[in-house]
């Protein structure tokens, strides 16, 4: 592996969607974007979503954790043994639960185990530094996005939002130096996004989710929750800011009342709504907003966003990025930066006191 060069990471994402694994080639020296290469996906099987679906929440030595971990790993293995070229691999495993609150986080899968079955050396672990020093553990793809923000050659600021299962957004100034610069970043979550709809499709339909928004197409926002979801504390909260897959589970009750169509609309205009409270938060205002994430093929989401936001709502690919693997690729430079000593957060992204690094590195 080079010095301080320029190196080909292989990075990974299985997000709190639960769909499967995004697995894509970067080419960074930690700083800037040098070339982007070939990427892959890799399906959760229904069984296989079942089995992470009874781990969500729990913590390791808990029952279910075990065989959630060795889907997991498996996965991964399959999608990541089909490139070549790679010099390092940046593993982010699957979040089955995360409590900043009091200091923890867990990610099923063990890196040392795909560092052997692979052969290369697998940087994981990454969000536990920034937990234990008192930071929120995420986002940790803000300082990619600033790297794609000078990718892109934006020189105004600007705005990326992912929308999986839980939505998170970084507004960046792209006339910073560095990520860790003062002003250059600030990101915290939005809110949910993709998975109480994936979860109400399936407990209602047997399906896996509202395939291009064609159901909350159909159905009507019913205004008076967004608001009542909106009332909530954390929307209150100063960012930086994070939240956990299920922290909302409760409230999402009160849509057991609404038709299917109504229901998946509803839920779809509170994750665009939460969006749009986030916007207030921006230090100056934005004029775009890329989307990336799954969401974005939702047209449903897509056009609640366009309602709500006051600016160019797009997605990622109009800048020629791609939204089905920028978290992959987040972490495939995230690697590269922990293998050069480089911090992966600081306090504007995850509320951590000072930047700080991330990441274990397990060589085969």
């Given at each position: ?28 020296d ?11 996906y ?17 913590w390791?030595?808990?029952l ?5 971990a060795?889907?997991v790993?498996t ?93 998170n ?59 009542a ?38 839920m ?10 986030a ?6 205002p ?79």
């Amino acid at each position: 592996m080079a010095k301080h060069g320029a190196i080909w990471v292989l990075g990974t994402m299985s997000g709190t969607s639960l769909d499967g694994v995004d697995a894509a080639m970067l080419r960074t020296d930690g700083h800037v974007i040098v070339e982007f290469g070939p990427d892959a996906y890799r399906p959760y099987s229904t069984a296989e979503q079942t089995t992470i679906r009874k781990a969500l929440g729990q913590w390791p030595g808990d029952l279910a954790v075990a065989a959630a971990a060795e889907v997991v790993e498996t996965a991964h293995a399959e999608v990541l043994s089909r490139f070549t070229g790679a010099e390092m691999i940046g593993f982010h495993g699957q979040t089955l639960a995360h409590d900043p609150a009091h200091g923890r986080t867990h990610q099923a899968g063990n890196g040392a185990l795909l560092a052997q079955t692979l052969n290369l050396p697998v940087v994981w672990d990454f969000r536990s530094n920034d937990v234990q020093m008192g930071g929120q553990g995420a986002p940790l793809a803000p300082f990619f996005h600033f790297a794609c923000a000078k990718w892109i050659q934006a020189t105004e600021p600007l705005a990326i939002l992912n929308l999986g299962g839980v939505g998170n957004v970084t507004w960046i100034d792209p006339s910073q130096p560095s990520p860790d610069s003062p002003g250059a970043l600030l990101a915290f979550d939005t809110g949910p996004a993709n998975a109480p709809i994936n979860d109400l499709m399936q407990v209602r339909l047997g399906l896996a989710q509202d395939a291009g928004g064609a159901l909350a197409a159909h159905g009507r926002v019913d205004e008076a929750l967004v608001k009542a979801f909106l009332a909530q504390a954390y929307f209150h909260k100063i960012p930086p800011k994070s939240l956990d897959r299920n922290d909302f589970h409760a409230f999402f009750k009160k849509t057991h009342k609404l038709s299917n169509a109504d229901a998946a609309a509803t839920m779809t205009g509170i994750a665009a709504a939460s969006v749009a409270r986030a916007a207030e938060h921006f230090p100056q205002p934005i004029t775009r907003l890329l989307v990336a994430g799954g969401g974005r093929h939702n047209a449903a989401m897509m056009a609640q966003l366009a309602q709500r936001m006051p600016c160019r709502v797009e997605p990622i690919e109009a800048a020629g990025l791609n939204g089905d693997m920028l978290e992959a690729q987040a972490f495939a430079y995230l690697a590269a930066r922990v293998a050069y000593g480089l911090p992966t957060s600081c306090p504007s992204t995850t509320g951590v006191p000072a930047a700080v690094g991330g990441g274990q590195i397990s060589r085969p």
